[in-house]
């Protein structure tokens, strides 16, 4: 199986420990985090992913923004610099061990948070990151 992710994601899912919109949307991101620390493959897709499926049934929900777009766009790009690899939709990313440890460093310096402006989880995020990513779900 494939974890479908969204560009932003794959910085999201650095710094996630269990919170999010939703009872239902922790219970969902626990299993992809499950999947992802496992190994799966990611497919980086357009627009609502398997960590927005508890959300997509409202039409208002954020998942449908333009914001949310523009985020992944910057992800991507940062994500693909940081691997010195284009990142279109549709590649395949396996989360091993050497790359979240990368993406993690990096995510810490600042260097590939560009997406992440004007994000109402930033400030956790930042503790995460400033806390040695303590208590993420997602581990190699």
Known sequence: MT??????????????????????????????????????????VAGPDDICGPL???PKAHCHGASVIERDR???????????????????????????????KTFATGEIRTACSGCEWSSLCDSVADGGYRGVRVAP
Do not use: Q, W
């Not at 974890?3 to 910085?11: D, K």
């Not at 996630?16 to 497919?43: D, H, M, Q, T, W």
């Not at 693909?80 to 990313?93: T, V």
């Open 74 to 104: 910057a992800a991507a790009d940062a994500v693909a610099r940081l691997i010195g690899s284009p990142l279109p939709l549709g590649a395949r990313i396996t989360p091993s061990a050497a790359l979240l440890t990368r993406l993690r």
């Open 3 to 44: 974890v479908r992710l969204r560009a932003h994601h794959l910085l999201c899912m650095l710094t996630y420990v269990g919170k999010g919109y939703s009872p239902a949307f922790v219970e969902n991101y626990e299993v992809i985090a499950a999947r992802l620390s496992a190994g799966e493959e990611i497919e980086l």
């Open 56 to 58: 997509t049934a409202d």
